[in-house]
């Protein structure tokens, strides 16, 4: 029996009335939304875009490294090499040595009086990275000649002048043993 003063419409099956022109009951914050169509408004499609638009602009810089960067990764791997030799003189107990051909790094072992090449060890460098010097306590390494670790801890200052894509790097080595990149 309907109450007095109310239209009655079709009853539910939970016992609550649907009223005609209203649309369904998870809408009724949102007027006419009855009888809208589905789909997205430009604002919401403008946000999409620009959201992905912030994403690929963070990845292009990740994906895409610029020079200074490429720089610093590849005089970054060839200091980690030199001190790996520098490590391996004073851990070994036996002098370790390396040399730069013209695109990768050797790593020399002195093993009853004669250099072996540590084919284990051998490094290519990377992006258009060469080494153009060598010096040792402010002397130039003729080329070949091997830059030697010691394994009494002492050594003598070195640096080791490369290019990268076109930009000067420098790896240095103190007395102590400490190797630090030096950019541009």
Not at 51 to 62: K, P, S
Request: net charge negative; hydrophobic share 45%; aromatic share 6%.
């Amino acid at each position: 029996m309907p109450r007095a003063g109310k239209a009655a419409g079709p009853t539910l099956g939970t016992g609550t009335e649907r009223h005609a022109g209203r649309g369904s009951p998870s809408s009724r914050g949102r007027p006419g939304s009855g009888n809208r169509p589905a789909g997205f408004t430009l604002v919401e499609v403008l946000v999409v875009v620009a959201i992905m638009g912030i994403v690929i602009a963070l990845a292009a810089v990740n994906l895409f490294p610029g020079d200074v960067e490429v720089g610093r990764r590849e005089s970054g791997r060839l200091a980690l090499a030199l001190e790996h030799a520098r490590d391996s003189a004073w851990f070994g107990g036996r002098p370790t040595a390396v040399t730069f051909d013209a695109d990768r790094m050797r790593e020399w072992r002195l093993k009853e009086d004669r250099w072996q090449d540590d084919a284990s060890r051998e490094s290519m460098l990377g992006d258009g990275a060469h080494v153009t010097a060598v010096y040792v306590e402010g002397q130039p390494l003729a080329a070949g000649e091997r830059l030697v670790f010691l394994p009494d801890g002492l050594g003598m200052p070195f640096r080791v002048a490369l290019e990268v894509r076109g930009l000067p790097w420098a790896i240095e080595g103190d007395a102590a043993g400490a190797v630090a990149v030096v950019e541009p």
